[in-house]
Each structure stands twice: as structure tokens, then as C-alpha cells.
């Protein structure tokens, strides 16, 4: 309920303004958001790599309206690619893009077109791209762009969500040799007949997914900060045989940090999700949704003002 109320609010123009407008702590944005701008993704990437995590960036920003908005994404992920390889960060870092900021709500062709050219300066500077999922009306398209990508990079990565009833299919169809698929739970709000609605048949999906994914051809990265499926994903990577270069764990930045330190001492490779940009508001309100203790920082966070 709780969870249904937050993601509503994270589409609300209104109450956007209204958290925008409050003298919300900075601590509370930037333990799960790396800063606003291009630096601030480089300096996060360095601290991350200094402890043995990877990352991937995601510049924030979604449901573009115009083909110029559109552009300024796509030309921050260009600034953001040169300046990683300036700095020499590629062999750690890779970006993470949601499509619905490259245009793909009025023009899915402008939309691969703009992910093309990050795909290309990404593949250019020695590292790669992961198409974000975001809500299941997209999915087709997503996942549409994604193959056409696959086809000119074949490292661009899948988004797929347990709690869709398509996504084992789908995992089915992507654990093929090359191919780089995130499983996560799923963020958005989605109805019944498209996602299971209850925490258990969304984890059982997990786990069903994970099994595919990890008995595939591909290369699996399992997001998710659930100790329960982490735990799994150890068991069935000794299961299935897989070494450390061939999964990864991967986890959003400021949550469970002391989880991040300690898969890397397991000697697992893990990527952190780093989101940075001004645009937060979307992304930390479903961060909140996630986690009601999340929900209090925030609250004491403001309280304390
Ligand atoms: P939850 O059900 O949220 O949490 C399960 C358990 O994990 C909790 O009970 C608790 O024990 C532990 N836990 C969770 N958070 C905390 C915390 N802050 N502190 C301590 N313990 C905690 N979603 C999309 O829809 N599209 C995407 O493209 C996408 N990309 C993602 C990329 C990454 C790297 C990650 C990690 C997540 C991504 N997500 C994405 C979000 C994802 O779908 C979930 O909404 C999010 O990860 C929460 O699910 P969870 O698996 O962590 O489990």
C-alpha cells in the first residue's frame, strides 16, 4: 500500500515540486545519488574502485518530451564515455541508460539512434552499455532496440524484472553466448495481469529466472540486495560452475555498502549502480517505495530542517 502510495507520488509533477521545494538534506540525495554532474561521477567511480567495486552510471533523467532533451542525454553519456577513458576508468566503469530519456515515449527510431551513438563512443573507450528496464508498456521496445543493437555491439545489455510474468520466457530467449542480462525484481508499479503482486511469487520468480540465467550461455549480473537470493546466487554459481569472470553481483550505490565490501572479499566481481545528475527526484522516490527504514531517513531527514 505503503509502496503503491510512493511510486505514485514518484509520477507526481505536483509532489515533485513540493519534495523540490523542501529543504530536503543533502545527505539524504547523496547517499544514493553520486552528485549532479560529470565529476562527481568520475570521483564516485574512483572511491568505488579503490574498494574492488565496478560501477555502472546512469546520468538521471527520464521521460524525455522533446528530441532536444533527448540530446542533451545522449551528449552527456558522450561527455561522461570521453571522460572516463580520459581518466582511464573504462576497465571499471560502464553506463546504464533508460531509454525513455533518449526519446523513446515519441520516437522510438530517434530513441535507438541516440543509444546507438553511445553504444558506439562506449565501445570506442573499451567498455559497454546496459539498456535500464522501465515500466512493462515499454518492455517490447526496449527489448526491440536492444536486439538491433546486439547486432552492430553485442556486449549492450538486458534489463529483465522478476516480477513480470513474460520475464522467464524472455530469460530464456536472451541466456545465449555474449549476451549480458541484469535480473532485477522490478521498481514500477504494475497491474496483476502483467506482474505477480505478491514479495514471495516475485522472489520465486527471481529464482527461477536466476536458474536460467546461470545454467545459460551468457553472462548473468544479479541485481538485487535481498540477502535470500544472494545467498542463492553464491550457491547456484558453485552450482552451475561459474567463476568470478563470468557473473557478477551488482548493487544500487548507498544501499547495503557494507554487503557491496563483503562480496568483493568473497572474491566476487560486483557493480554498483551509480546514479548522478540533477534530475533525482523519480529515482529516489522508488528507492524510497523499496524500503520503508528508507522512508524514515528521509522523514527524520526533513524533520531535522
Ligand atoms: P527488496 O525486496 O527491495 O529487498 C529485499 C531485502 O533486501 C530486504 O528485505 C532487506 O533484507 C534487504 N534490503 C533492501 N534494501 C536494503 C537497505 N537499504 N538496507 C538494508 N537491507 C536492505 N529496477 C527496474 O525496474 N529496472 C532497472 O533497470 C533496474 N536496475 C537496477 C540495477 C541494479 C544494480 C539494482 C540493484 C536494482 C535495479 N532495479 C531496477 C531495482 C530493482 O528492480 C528493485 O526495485 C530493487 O533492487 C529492490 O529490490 P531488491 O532485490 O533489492 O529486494
Redesign the pocket.
Known amino acids: 500500500m505503503l509502496r503503491s502510495v510512493i511510486l505514485a507520488a514518484s509520477r507526481s509533477g505536483k509532489v515533485e515540486k513540493f519534495v523540490g521545494s523542501a529543504p530536503v538534506s543533502r545527505d539524504v540525495v547523496r547517499r544514493f545519488v553520486a552528485g549532479t554532474g560529470t565529476p562527481d561521477a568520475l570521483r564516485v567511480t574512483g572511491e568505488l574502485a579503490g574498494s574492488g567495486l565496478r560501477t555502472?552510471l546512469d546520468y538521471l533523467g527520464e521521460d524525455t518530451l522533446t528530441p532536444e532533451q533527448a540530446s542533451v542525454t545522449r551528449d552527456e553519456y558522450l561527455t561522461l564515455l570521453a571522460a572516463l577513458r580520459e581518466a582511464e576508468l573504462t576497465g571499471v566503469a560502464e553506463v546504464s541508460v533508460k531509454l525513455s530519456a533518449l526519446g523513446q515515449a515519441f520516437d522510438e527510431d530517434l530513441a535507438e539512434t541516440n543509444a546507438r551513438a553511445i553504444c558506439a563512443a562506449a565501445a570506442e573507450a573499451g567498455t559497454t552499455v546496459t539498456l535500464?528496464?522501465?515500466d512493462h508498456t515499454t518492455a517490447d521496445s526496449t527489448l526491440t532496440i536492444l536486439n538491433s543493437l546486439r547486432k552492430d555491439y553485442p556486449s549492450t545489455g538486458a534489463?529483465l524484472?522478476s516480477y513480470l510474468r513474460r520475464t522467464e520466457q524472455d530469460c530464456r530467449e536472451l541466456a545465449t553466448a555474449g549476451s549480458r542480462v541484469?535480473l532485477?525484481?522490478?521498481?514500477?508499479s504494475e497491474p496483476e495481469h502483467v506482474a505477480y503482486q505478491s514479495?514471495l511469487d516475485v522472489d520465486k520468480s527471481y529464482v527461477r529466472c536466476m536458474n536460467v540465467l546461470m545454467a545459460g550461455q551468457g553472462y548473468p549480473m544479479l541485481?538485487?540486495?535481498?540477502?535470500r537470493?544472494i545467498a542463492i546466487g553464491e550457491d547456484r554459481a558453485r552450482w552451475f560452475d561459474r567463476g568470478p569472470d563470468e557473473f557478477e553481483f551488482?548493487?544500487?550505490y548507498g544501499?547495503?555498502p557494507e554487503e557491496q565490501r563483503r562480496l568483493v572479499r568473497e572474491g566476487y566481481h560486483v557493480?554498483v549502480?551509480v546514479p548522478y545528475g540533477t534530475e533525482w527526484y523519480g529515482y529516489l522516490m522508488?528507492r524510497l517505495a523499496?524500503?520503508p527504514?528508507?522512508m524514515m531517513f528521509f522523514a527524520r531527514a526533513l524533520a531535522s530542517k
Open positions: 555502472t535500464d528496464m522501465e534489463v524484472q541484469r532485477c525484481k522490478g521498481a514500477y514479495a541485481a538485487t540486495h535481498d540477502p537470493l551488482q548493487l544500487l544501499v547495503r557493480r549502480y522508488r523499496e524500503r527504514a528508507n
